[in-house]
T-cell receptor
Framework: GENVEQHPSTLSVQEGDSAVIKCTYS??????FPWYKQELGKRPQLIID?????GEKKDQRIAVTLNKTAKHFSLHITETQPEDSAVYFC???????????FGTGTRLKVLA | DVKVTQSSRYLVKRTGEKVFLECVQD?????MFWYRQDPGLGLRLIYF???????EKGDIPEGYSVSREKKERFSLILESASTNQTSMYLC????????????FGPGTRLTVT
């Protein structure tokens, strides 16, 4: 069945360093890839998304890249800050359908 | 601002009890979802609804049912709770057009003893 693999499961970085989280999807029809951030005790919230017609999207310190051929997409956070500490989930979806397939999550810790 | 609320933040129930988890959204969204979140497993879709009285099974529907009698309210029902249903349950909603973002509720931590 459809699957999204996410790595690493945990990631610790020093404040100011960059963090990269990678996801691989199985369904080649997927064309929408959101990233959600879930802070401790809070609800997941969308932080950035990308559609398959672009290869990269940036929003201030965060960026997402997509390699359709390899079925990989990645989240990049630069100049990490303590408030970036959270669990991050990637997902894959097909526009026009209702379903997301979520990755298993990455717990990011930014060490001050 | 989209608001998705869930009836309880924490719930403790006994094995065999019938459990109702309720979700309400105030943005007239047609699509609503129930997920369960477990460590190391991410978010797994239990059921979703794309309109009033319409529902479809997600990836892990066994042991659950749903009800959507009004557009703003989507209920998850555990007919006979079991200990393996101890989990965090998240509701989400999404409009059928425009953004594909799903808006999540705060979650219900259910413990079945």
């Amino acid at each position: 069945g459809e699957n999204v693999e996410q790595h690493p499961s945990t990631l610790s970085v020093q404040e100011g360093d960059s963090a990269v989280i990678k996801c691989t999807y199985s369904d080649s029809a997927s064309n929408y890839f959101p990233w959600y951030k879930q802070e401790l005790g809070k609800r997941p919230q969308l932080i950035i998304d990308i559609r398959s017609n672009v290869g990269e999207k940036k929003d201030q310190r965060i960026a997402v890249t997509l390699n359709k051929t390899a079925k990989h997409f990645s989240l990049h956070i630069t100049e990490t800050q303590p408030e970036d500490s959270a669990v991050y989930f990637c997902a894959a979806s097909i526009i026009g359908t209702y379903k997301y397939i979520f990755g298993t999550g990455t717990r990011l810790k930014v060490l001050a | 601002d989209v608001k998705v609320t869930q009836s309880s933040r924490y719930l403790v129930k006994r094995t065999g009890e019938k459990v109702f988890l309720e979700c309400v959204q105030d943005m007239d969204h047609e699509n609503m979802f129930w997920y369960r979140q477990d460590p190391g497993l991410g978010l797994r879709l239990i059921y979703f609804s794309y309109d009033v009285k319409m529902k479809e099974k997600g990836d892990i529907p066994e042991g659950y049912s749903v009800s959507r009698e009004k557009k703003e309210r989507f209920s998850l029902i555990l007919e006979s709770a079991s200990t393996n249903q101890t989990s965090m349950y998240l509701c989400a909603s999404r409009p059928p057009w425009g953004t594909y973002e799903q808006y999540f509720g705060p979650g219900t931590r259910l413990t079945v003893t």
